[in-house]
DNA sequence: CGTGTTTTGTACCGATTGGTTCCCTTTGCT
DNA sequence: AGCAAAGGGAACCAATCGGTACAAAACACG
């Protein structure tokens, strides 16, 4: 019928993702997201409507890749002790920093900015974080110290564990020396095991 | 000599630390101080030089402040159980909220944002936590329970604390659903109980 | 090989960004 | 009173922001 797109637009969100994650949302500039997206404005706002709308699709791409890997990780059965598995998530952020990535997490970086203004944004950083939340609970349900616990103080544990992740991953994208953060990984592993 | 200011210096920068607090660094921009403030770019410039230069002004403020306040607490003589003492901290956060207040912490909105790219601010971040962090250091050591820690393990948990404080001030800042942060601050309890 | 439809690139838009400059006023001190 | 120093307000600045308009180019189909 007419012209066909010449960008492929799930590799254009996967470079708009790594834009926004290193630079934030209101810190990415269009001619950023030009930039490493690869292409001009006429092609980004057709493709995409606007800044908030890539946005949103970028959030959601990031929760289907980056959350659902995390789920995954925590419901691994090839790790039989759920404790493990949460401390897996944890030392992998902490691999990323000395890997030399510190940029955080896309999530925890929203909810501290737009999330504060943004209902949109909010409700999918709310879910994002949910859904890995829930990803805790299950880990906790495969360890056998945590297992007994009624399904509330579970659910509260693992509140509490999504914590202390948003607190890593937010500290590593402020550049808290190394040492820090291996304490905090280190000490969750102390307070699971 | 010459003609004296006719604001109080120290009143501005407290009226600037609650514009940045409500809309982050790089979300400020010169009206909202101007407005806030209730001065005129002559008089900002004149007085505090730039905004980069004001907001570390403000920053150094909150230390002296909000963080000294949270040690002041942490080492409350008339709390002799130090993990009490840190539990008041996290129900003053949890209280913050429910009464309205979802800016968050000053200090943890900067370190996922501008501490990303800037190392003054990061390192004033940085030193903002580490005295807090130092802070919950100093009262796990009235604490029975961790009290015996050698000091290594100590810091350690200090260092987690930390993590979960920057979680949870960070959460509340995305409007996170008070049950989810209620039971964060309940499951810290459950911790150091 | 046109023809119609869509993408693409660029020029352009008004609004806003942080920051400067200027002039006038107000003050303190001699 | 008069001079020097600083504050205050507003006009002004270039740069950048996100977003739009439009003409040219590229493809699919008859």
Redesign the pocket.
Known sequence: ???????DTDDALEKAMHVFWQHGY?????????DGM??????????F??????FMQVLQRYEKQAVQAGVAMLSDPSVPNGAERIMAMFQGSYQNVVNGDDRGCLLCTAAAGPSSYDDEIAKAVSEGLGALRDGIYVALGASPKHATLNPAERGALADMIIAQYVGLRTMARARIDHETLHNIVRSVGVMLA
């Open positions: 019928m007419a012209r066909p797109r010449s960008f209101e810190g990415a500039s269009l001619p950023d997201l030009l690869g292409l001009t404005r006429g092609s980004l706002y057709k493709a409507t606007d800044k908030k709308t890539l």
